[in-house]
């Protein structure tokens, strides 16, 4: 590959991470093509943005980004895919699906603002509620409060 084409690349990552605020790091080893696709259309109705990466032009990214990605720099070995999300939990559940066949496993992730490495932060990262699950809740204790109060 042409320098050109990496440092093409490299800036193209570094858009994606300003432009998404959660990302994991997956093993898709193993996955045969008709579960790729599967996956891939999974994600696309997640609004999951998946791509397969080289260990090497990531960690330049990472290097050029304004936020210190260090802890996950011994994520990058063996095949490394990114799943980039708006939404911190969509892609542990979307993983979680798939924990019985251990593919596509978990490497880290970078969720609201925090590092999680290793595949036993899974459970962590799926019980993250996103913003729209927060709202539902303070909403859904509102209106028990209201409930209560009239029936006093």
């Not at 459970?123 to 109060?149: G, H, M, P, R, T």
Request: overall charge positive; some cysteine; aromatic content about 10%.
């Amino acid at each position: 590959m042409k320098k050109e084409v990496k440092d093409t690349i490299i800036v193209e990552l570094g858009e994606q991470l300003k432009a998404y605020p959660h990302f994991y790091l997956v093993e898709l080893t193993g996955l045969d093509a008709a579960k790729t696709s599967e996956l891939r259309r999974k994600c696309f109705k997640n609004e999951i943005k998946l791509l397969v990466v080289k260990n090497t032009l990531l960690h330049k990214a990472f290097e050029a980004s304004e936020i210190d990605f260090s802890p996950l720099y011994d994520c990058l070995k063996g095949n490394t895919a990114v799943m980039f999300s708006q939404t911190a939990n969509v892609p542990a559940k979307l993983i979680k699906e798939y924990k019985k066949e251990g593919i596509p496993a978990l490497k880290g992730a970078y969720a609201e603002e925090s590092f999680f490495v290793g595949a036993d932060k899974l459970e962590e990262l799926v019980a993250i509620k996103s913003k729209n699950e927060l709202i539902a809740d303070v909403v859904a204790k509102w209106q028990i409060s209201k409930l209560l109060q009239k029936s006093w």
